[in-house]
């Protein structure tokens, strides 16, 4: 069964630097987003991705984060100047027509 | 901005015994999404509701969708130890790839 996979698993950063979380989405889907989950709490939508464009995207998402679909199979979240607050799972997720969203395994992202 | 609250933030039952979480939205949904998280893991879908009153039943568990689709709820009968996880509602506002605004949760725990 297809998935959405995820690298790193985990990634620690000192505070101000710049990281890269990587995604690859299931090959025919189309809608690409990321959300994340601090330790214990929801899951919180960070931004959409269509046709290689931003569609949607939360608050949360400032100028110190971008995204990008670097070729036809990877897409990466880029966090510029990582604060203590950003530290969370990410999660990429997928989805084709059906509309359901398949979610990758995440990124532990712990900033120090 | 629209909020998705859920109760109870815990459960507790004894293995065999029923479980129910309730979803609501302060704004009207076009649908509803359910989503299983196990511990230490990402969510994955389990169902789309889209119709006003829609009930849809998979095995022991049974998604309800409100009159006024405002609100929603997962019941699962007769629990078994396979059923431990947190369980998240989400909701769309439209009805294409739009974001999901994830509920606040249930985490539900099993007595063997």
């Known amino acids: 069964e297809p998935e959405v996979t995820q690298t790193p698993s985990h990634q620690v950063t000192q505070m101000g630097q710049e990281v890269i979380l990587r995604c690859v989405p299931i090959?025919?889907?189309?809608?690409f987003y990321w959300y994340r989950q601090i330790l214990g709490q929801k899951v919180e939508f960070l931004v959409s991705?269509?046709?290689?464009?931003?569609?949607?995207k939360s608050e949360i998402f400032d100028d110190q984060f971008s995204v990008e679909r670097p070729d036809g199979s990877n897409f990466t979240l880029k966090i510029r100047s990582t604060k203590l607050e950003d530290s969370a799972m990410y999660f990429c997720?997928?989805?084709?027509?059906?509309?359901?969203?398949?979610f990758g395994p995440g990124t532990r992202l712990t900033v120090t | 901005g629209q909020q998705v609250m859920q109760i109870p933030q815990y459960q507790h039952v004894q293995e065999g015994e029923d479980f129910t979480t309730y979803c609501n939205s302060s704004?009207?949904?076009?649908?509803i999404q359910w989503y299983k998280q196990r511990p230490g893991g990402h969510p994955v879908f389990l169902i789309q509701?889209?119709?006003?009153?829609e009930v849809k039943k998979q095995k022991r568990l049974t998604f309800q969708f409100g009159e006024a689709k405002k609100n929603s709820s997962l019941h699962i009968t007769a629990t078994q130890t396979t059923d431990v996880g947190t369980y998240f509602c989400?909701?769309?506002?439209?009805?294409?790839?739009?974001?999901?605004?994830f509920g606040t949760g249930t985490r539900l725990t099993i007595i063997p």
């Open positions: 997720a997928s989805s084709g027509r059906a509309y359901e969203q398949y």
């Open positions: 090959s025919n889907h189309l809608y």
């Open positions: 991705f269509y046709n290689n464009e931003i569609s949607e």
């Open positions: 704004t009207t949904l076009s649908n």
């Open positions: 509701l889209v119709k006003s009153g």
């Open positions: 989400a909701g769309k506002l439209g009805f294409g790839n739009e974001k999901l605004t």
